[in-house]
């Protein structure tokens, strides 16, 4: 039976200490800190910081330098990774596709999910040399404007998005969002237009708490006002040769109830032209229907 202590979600001290330590480690990942260095750097007593950091070396979470008693990152944690991912549904063989789209278009490709109501960015591949600007594990709010690309697949989920409480100022041009609902599900992904109020915005939004305080609030509310206003849509009169700066494509992953379980998307970065578009989205959707069936999913049926 839990205690009372144990079910009311109070912090533990000793277990931040840990995490303090692996999270500095992470942040760090080529270099190596002697105990003094490391416990000054977290905040920590030596005596408290060398017995964390021995017991995690004896489990392979931390690695010890016999010369000079410097520590590092350890291979179980390669584990834990791998674990956590598979526990998200992202396998091997999806990294695989991952790692084809990325060579074929010389981008980062990657796969995102929502986990405990924010967006988290589960696995990515990035060509070789490429400073992608976001990591495995980082996460945003959802709640609008940022996440359309995980709801508008489904009816439901949109209208349980948009009741969601805005994370900043916003207006919704229905009309705009049912247009950008139909074509999206009528082509299978969804284009985001690179922005300066976009990059801004979610570099500011990046690990930050769905309640912003409001002066915040009101200087995203300057960045980004309405919800599918970077969305790329075809323009029928456009004949291919027309340039857009394009930020990132989307296209949903589905198990096998139907229900949207990740995104599969191509970071760009650049400008594009409507037929290059076309093509890189093409093979977005092929590698999220093929990450889809290794889940056994299939698309619904609008």
Known sequence: MATAESSSGRPSPPTERVVGILDFLAGHPDQRFGVSELARRVGLSKPTCLGIVTSLSDAGYLVRDATDKTYRLGPSLITLGHKAQESMRVSPAAREELRRLSARFGVTAALSGVVDDRITLLDLVAPAGARPGVEVGQSYPFAPPVGLMFVLWDDEAVQAWLAKEPTLPLRTDTDRLNRVIAECRADGYLVERLTPGGRRLYALMAGMSTTLPDELRALLGELVSDIGERVYLRDGDSPGRKRHDISVISAP??????????????????????????????????????????????????
């Open 253 to 302: 992953v589905y198990d096998h109830h139907q229900r949207q379980v990740m995104v599969a998307s191509m970071h760009i970065g650049t400008s594009l032209t409507d037929n290059e578009i076309g093509v890189r989205a093409r093979a977005l959707v092929a590698t999220a229907d093929a990450v889809t069936l290794q889940l056994g999913g299939s698309r619904p049926q609008w």
